[in-house]
């Protein structure tokens, strides 16, 4: 099968990678660059599990390929804490009990954090629209929306 | 891996279209992918080769000029057009129908050029751009051509786009300040299914016109006939006597969102909802949210 090469930045990291075409930027980042933060929930767009910042804007991973990112900057999960020390966002997921199963919050994370990135103070809301295409089967969503009020309130990144 | 597919981006329409042809009906354009990669993962399209046109500057440009409309690019993402201070300002049904497509991240890939070309009959900004009377910018090996968006949708999931023809930009004509146009639609779960029904409808007050068109109920999305208001009847009386006209031109069917039944009751109920946002200050109604 054909392989192309394409050049993308991950996390501040420069990769160069060879992909088949059929490739989604999901199986990329957590088969071959061992970014298993991202999840693959529906594998359709709709449960949210996926989410990644692509060139800063939340797109579903699952329903992008690899070779589409050739040149473009992809954030996961995994650029979110430095030098071990957790976002103040990733902070507040846990302060509100944000948490249940987990499966969810990678995806739900990189929603808020680029809500958080265009409106520093978004309101209850704008907050529910970020977040509905992220789907939490645990939480009822009333304590990951307060978490993300508290990191906006906090005015932390 | 979704598929076994190639993969080619290219950066100007006569070479996509030229690929597309070569490959005598195996190769598919590529836009936003969000519903074609579903498809390709589903196993519902085969494509050899997908054409990206996401390069190609123009089908990236959104021109707004208030003499000679709006020019949308084919490729230009749903959440620019939702957040365009033209359009929510001149058309505001498009911004709104744009806003409602799946998911916030779903709108930043998925493409209004693809949300028609994909032509379910479910396309949320289908109604929007009918009542708006859009244009379609099409290129293909033989040229160009244009056509009133009403003339794109032939079935469901079908258009009168010919093999290696795609669409290049959408047009809007200019809209007087008066101009009014709404969008409003019913669905299980917001950002993660499809309308069960979807309405469109624009209202210019100085010619006494309305123009509605209903998505989710037939095989395309319908255009109803243009409407001319009769001076002072409520809206109750008014939504009576579309309904009659809507009822007679659609022909839903029973499916997983929802029932014929219920799609047909629930087109008075957007009628109203329509109506009362194009005409509320005028004709005493409640402002619709």
Known sequence: MKLHEITLTV???????????????????????????????CGAGECGACTVLLDGR?????????VETDGKEVRTIEGEATDGQLSALQQAFIDAGAIQCGFCTP???MSARALLERNPHPSDAEIT???????????????????????????EK | MIGTF????????????????????????????????VNIRNGVRSPDLLVDFKDVAKMNQLVTDETTGVKIGACVPLNVIADNR????????????????????????????????????????????????????ISGKDGTRKIPIRKLFTGVKKTSLRTGEVITDITLPPVGPRLRSAFTKKQRVRGHDLAIINMAGYYDPDAGLLRLAIGSCAVTPILLPEINLFADEPIDELVRRLNDVAQNAISPIDDIRASAEYRRGLVPVLLHDVLSVLLGAERGADEAA
């Open chain 2, 6 to 37: 190639d993969y080619v981006r290219v950066s100007s329409v006569k070479e996509g279209c030229a690929l597309i042809v070569a490959h005598n009906g195996s190769a598919m354009a590529l836009a936003g992918g969000t519903d074609l990669l």
């Open chain 1, 11 to 41: 996390n501040d990291t420069h990769e160069t990678v060879s992909v088949p075409a059929g490739m989604t930027l999901l199986e990329l980042l957590r088969e071959n660059l061992y970014l298993t933060g991202p999840k693959e929930g």
């Open chain 1, 129 to 155: 629209e970020a977040i509905a295409g992220n789907l939490c089967r645990c939480t009822g969503y009333e304590s990951i929306i307060a978490a993300i009020r508290l990191a906006a309130e906090r005015g």
């Open chain 2, 86 to 137: 033209v359009i929510n300002e001149h058309y505001r049904a498009l911004a709104e129908a744009a806003r409602s497509v799946g998911s916030y991240q779903v709108r930043n890939r998925a493409t209004l050029g693809g949300n028609i070309a994909n032509a379910s009959p479910a396309a949320d900004t289908a109604p929007a751009l009918l009542i708006l009377d859009a244009h379609v910018d």
């Open chain 1, 107 to 109: 995806g739900m994370v």
């Open chain 1, 58 to 66: 939340p797109v579903t991973s699952c329903l992008v390929l690899a």
